[in-house]
Structure formats: C-alpha cells, structure tokens
C-alpha cells in the first residue's frame, strides 16, 4: 500500500490505537494520533489490558517510565494481542541504561512485535551492541545502527526502524531511508514516542512495513512544514500537530522514499 493510499485509510476508518506509553509522552502521543486522524486510548492498568487489546486496531508498548505493574500490563497486553492478531509495536525507550530495563526490553522483543522502533543508540543496543545513548536520547548515527537493526529485523521476524536525522526502515530484507524531518524535533520532548503510537495507528489499516514508512513520512514532510514558521520548541509543537492534522494523502509522496 503506498503512503497516500495508507493516510486515505488512516481517516477513513480512525482507527482505536491502544498506547501503552510513559507518564512524559502521553498527552503529547495522543494529540499526534488524534491530530494524524486516529484514535487513541491510553490504558496501562493490568487489571484491564486483556481486556481493552482485542477491541483495539493495534498496541503500542513504550517503556519509558516502566514499573512492575506496568510490566505485568505490557506482558499482558502482548501476549494478548499475539492472541488475537492484533499488531503491536515495542518502543525500548533507553533500555540500555539499567539492566531492569535491559531485561525488560529483551522479554517484550521475545514477544515478538510487529515493528520496532527506537532511536540508533536503543537499536544498536538491543542487537548486542554498545552505543553512546544518554537515558532516552541517541549518542549514535543512524548509518552505524543499521547493520544492528537488519540483524535484529531477521532475529526477531520484525519490522525495524531507526529514526534520527535520517531514518532508516528494515524487514531484514528490504531497506529504505528518508531523509527529512527538523532538527528541532529532538528538541520536544516524546516526540519519538508519540511517532511510536502514530506507527501503530497505521499498522491498524496496512502491513507492518508499509505502515512504518507512512508514518515517518508522515511525521517528516509535518516536521519541515512545522519547522519553517516556528519561533522555537514551544511553537513547533503547536504547529507540527496543526500540520500533521492538515497533511493530505496527496502530501506523502513514495519518491521520498530511497530504496537500497
Ligand atoms: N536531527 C534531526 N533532523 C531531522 N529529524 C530528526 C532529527 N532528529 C530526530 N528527528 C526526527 O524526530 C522524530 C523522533 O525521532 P528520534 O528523535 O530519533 O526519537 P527518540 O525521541 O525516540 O530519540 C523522528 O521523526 C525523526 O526523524
Ligand atoms: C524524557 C523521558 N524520560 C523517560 S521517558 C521520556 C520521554 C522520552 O521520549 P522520546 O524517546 O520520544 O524522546
Ligand atoms: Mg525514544
């Protein structure tokens, strides 16, 4: 499915995205859904994922501000999902950084999700590797992250995407980059989770590959619009949600998309 034909479908069907994400990102994680055209619902508490994931599109697990019942909850909702061929997707926010969320990281990737999506530090990491990653922020390139995220697409039968300055998008077969975005957008905090959920809700209506690529080019082509009227962190958020919202299927174009 090309990207404008996944945003076409993305509005057309709204989908319920069920987001297990941090005490930073959620505010900012559900406006980008909403704001992209579909539907979120943050809902981490254990008693209840099993429950909330079959009704859902797709989940999403980012560990940013993990705890034991949050754990319980993401094992939960996986496992449930897997269940019910519900799509979900694993954000490793910096799980490098203590071995409590080292451990964790490598049992949610043995649950085997659907798409993968980290910064090149987590990336390089998670595939055996030590990076320069300081707590939730890359200290790594995406070039020198790439061969970790083929390896880590054919270990765990995911889809895996590296974002930065330049993002990177693996099966372990197929390869692309987009080259784009703002360098301002590692300046506002959870934006790297908040594409985490905008790649779930897109998984909702499209394979997991084509789903990852809609989604960084969705956020890509919004961040250079958002960046060229902006004053600084405060005003790019405002504004990237505003041009997120106001992309039209015909804004992402495949071209942008390089093939290797
Ligand atoms: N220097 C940059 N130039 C352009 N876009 C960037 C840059 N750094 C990050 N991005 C974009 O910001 C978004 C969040 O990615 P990233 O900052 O890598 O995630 P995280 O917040 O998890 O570290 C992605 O869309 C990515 O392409
Ligand atoms: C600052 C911070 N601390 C724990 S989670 C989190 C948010 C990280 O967000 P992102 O990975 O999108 O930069
Ligand atoms: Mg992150």
């Known amino acids: 499915m090309t990207p404008d034909a996944s945003l076409r479908k993305l509005r057309a069907q709204a989908p319920l995205v069920h987001c297990i994400t941090n005490y930073v990102a959620m505010n900012i994680a559900a406006n980008v859904t909403l704001a992209a055209g579909a539907s979120p619902a943050m809902i981490h508490a254990p008693e209840e994922v099993a429950d909330f994931v079959p009704l ?23 496992e449930t999902a897997m ?10 926010v910096a799980h490098f950084a203590t071995p409590y969320r080292a451990s964790v990281a490598q049992a949610l990737l043995a649950q085997r999700p659907a798409i993968l999506r980290g910064n090149a530090s987590e990336i390089m990491a998670l595939a055996g590797g030590t990076g320069a990653g300081k ?5 790594d390139s995406v070039a020198d992250a790439e061969a970790s995220a083929i ?27 987009l080259q784009g975005g703002a360098e301002i957008m ?3 905090t959870a934006l ?14 499209a394979p997991a590959f084509e ?13 250079e619009r958002a960046a060229r009227s902006c004053e600084g962190p405060g005003s790019f958020s405002a504004g990237f949600l505003d041009q997120l919202h106001n992309l039209q299927p015909e804004d992402l174009k495949a071209e942008r998309l390089t093939w290797h």
């Open 135 to 139: 707590g939730a922020d890359s200290g």
């Open 186 to 188: 590692p300046k506002v």
């Open 211 to 223: 789903a990852t690529a809609a989604a960084l080019l969705h956020f890509a082509e919004a961040g």
């Open 83 to 92: 269940a019910h061929g519900v799509p979900w997707v694993l954000d490793p």
């Open 192 to 205: 790297g989770c908040s594409l985490t959920a905008l790649i779930g809700a897109y998984a909702a209506i």
């Open 56 to 78: 859902a599109g797709a989940l999403t697990i980012n560990i940013g501000t993990l705890s034991a019942p949050w754990v319980a909850a993401m094992h939960r909702a996986a």
């Open 151 to 177: 390896a880590l697409a054919r270990r765990a039968g995911s889809v895996v995407a590296i974002t930065g300055p330049v993002d990177f998008v693996t099966d372990g077969g197929r390869h692309i980059t």
